[in-house]
């Protein structure tokens, strides 16, 4: 090579380190409020079921506040380069998603979407050859969500809250089934989604406590939380 040919990989060289850098330090801000949210969410497990509202209401404002770290990494990810540089933010985006996640049961009840997710995150389908959610990153974030339902059903039940595990079981059984019917050929989300049936089984025996010793009425047509 010559001198001409050296300076100029060099000076591609340096671009990268630089964007690298840029990017780095939008995830370290996403890292940080996933963070925040995810100490604050621990939080409902000493929670009484009437006081999870107001839980959740500060840990939205930080969701909110994810819209400005996904635009800024949308804008400096080149076009077309999203799987070269999205190793930088799996994890992130993945609690990030986790984070949605329990928020949208804990007040509905229900089963968060991928574009739902993606909406509540600030992911534009504008910048999805730069930036946005994957379906491994969404999945891994679900069976976070379904870890920490398995805890919750426990410590409900020590809360006084026997109605809980019930919502719960039907909520993880559906989910459940639902992977089931998934073509998981990813190594590491196929382990994962293996140990969930270690989770339902907890909840079951939680469930089948509760109601062996009746302190729960049958369930309802309704899963919301109810605080």
Same mark, same amino acid.
């Given at each position: 090579?010559?001198?001409?040919?050296?300076?100029?990989?060099?000076?591609?060289?340096?671009?990268?380190?630089?964007?690298?850098?840029?990017?780095?330090?939008?995830?370290?801000?996403?890292?940080?409020?996933?963070?925040?949210?995810?100490?604050?969410?621990?939080?409902?497990?000493?929670?009484?079921?009437?006081?999870?509202?107001?839980?959740?209401?500060?840990?939205?404002?930080?969701?909110?506040?994810?819209?400005?770290?996904?635009?800024?990494?949308?804008?400096?990810?080149?076009?077309?380069?999203?799987?070269?540089?999205?190793?930088?933010?799996?994890?992130?985006?993945?609690?990030?998603?986790?984070?949605?996640?329990?928020?949208?049961?804990?007040?509905?009840?229900?089963?968060?979407?991928?574009?739902?997710?993606?909406?509540?995150?600030?992911?534009?389908?504008?910048?999805?050859?730069?930036?946005?959610?994957?379906?491994?990153? #969404?999945?891994?974030?679900? $069976?976070?969500? =379904?870890?920490?339902?398995?805890? &919750?059903?426990?410590? !409900?039940?020590? +809360?006084?809250?026997?109605?809980?595990?019930?919502?719960?079981?039907?909520?993880?059984?559906?989910?459940?089934?639902?992977?089931?019917?998934?073509?998981?050929?990813?190594?590491?989300?196929?382990?994962?989604?293996?140990?969930?049936? #270690?989770?339902?089984?907890? $909840?079951?025996? =939680?469930?089948?406590?509760?109601? &062996?010793?009746?302190? !729960?009425?049958? +369930?309802?047509?309704?899963?919301?939380?109810?605080?």
């Amino acid at each position: 090579m010559d001198t001409q040919d050296v300076n100029y990989l060099n000076e591609l060289l340096e671009q990268d380190i630089a964007l690298r850098e840029k990017i780095k330090d939008q995830v370290t801000d996403l890292d940080k409020k996933t963070r925040i949210m995810v100490g604050i969410l621990n939080k409902i497990h000493s929670t009484p079921s009437d006081a999870i509202p107001p839980l959740l209401d500060s840990v939205r404002p930080i969701l909110r506040s994810c819209h400005d770290t996904s635009a800024a990494i949308a804008a400096l990810v080149p076009p077309h380069q999203f799987w070269r540089w999205k190793d930088m933010w799996s994890n992130s985006l993945r609690t990030a998603v986790y984070c949605a996640a329990l928020v949208e049961y804990l007040n509905s009840g229900s089963l968060i979407t991928l574009s739902q997710v993606s909406e509540v995150l600030g992911i534009n389908e504008e910048s999805a050859d730069r930036y946005s959610i994957v379906v491994e990153d #969404y999945l891994h974030g679900l $069976i976070s969500l =379904v870890n920490e339902l398995s805890r &919750l059903a426990v410590n !409900a039940v020590t +809360l006084g809250d026997y109605e809980a595990p019930i919502r719960i079981s039907v909520f993880v059984k559906n989910l459940f089934a639902g992977f089931s019917m998934l073509n998981l050929k990813n190594d590491t989300l196929r382990r994962r989604f293996d140990s969930l049936k #270690y989770d339902l089984k907890k $909840i079951e025996e =939680v469930v089948y406590d509760v109601s &062996l010793r009746k302190l !729960a009425e049958p +369930l309802n047509k309704s899963t919301t939380w109810r605080g």
